[in-house]
């Protein structure tokens, strides 16, 4: 949440799962040295997350964004951030300048690698746009829900 007094001006929150590094299975928090002094439980008032559909509709294609050594984070996989700006890139800057942004949901998928191409979809709907990254291989990297 960030906040000024008692002034919200955005929530959120992060799900995720911990990857064990040398196995590449994922991992209990049990199993490494976690911080536990670190993490917290806040309700910050968000609704669950969204069920996207399994084999998502392809929609209106965007564009092809090409995985790059810059967008590597030190797992060697593209960093997270670098998919919300993927996805973001399927709308022009005059949609953004017309609709206010009021909620982005993303779901990560499958991880993306150097030289990999994403093909961008979207699919506008009645208050929103449902963005898709897919794979050449046709499986789905990415799945996100822009309400406006």
């Given at each position: 949440?960030?906040?000024r007094g008692t002034q919200i001006y955005a929530r959120g929150r992060v799900e995720l799962c911990l990857l064990h590094l040398q196995t590449e299975r994922l991992g209990r928090i049990a199993d490494i040295d976690y911080p536990f002094e670190t993490a917290s439980e806040r309700q910050?008032?968000?609704?669950?997350?969204?069920k996207f559909d399994k084999t998502p509709a392809r929609g209106q294609y965007c564009y092809t964004y090409t995985v790059r050594y810059t967008d590597l984070d030190k797992s060697m996989h593209m960093n997270?951030?670098?998919?919300?700006?993927?996805?973001?890139?399927a709308l022009p800057?005059?949609?953004y300048q017309a609709h206010f942004i009021r909620a982005l949901e993303i779901h990560y998928l499958k991880q993306?690698?150097?030289g990999e191409n994403i093909r961008i979809y979207k699919t506008e709907l009645n208050g929103g746009v449902l963005l898709l990254g897919e794979k050449a291989d046709g499986q789905a990297a990415v799945q996100g829900m822009l309400e406006f």
């Open positions: 949440m960030i906040s910050v008032g968000l609704p669950p997350f969204r997270n951030l670098l998919y919300v700006h993927m996805l973001l890139n800057s005059s949609f993306c690698y150097e």
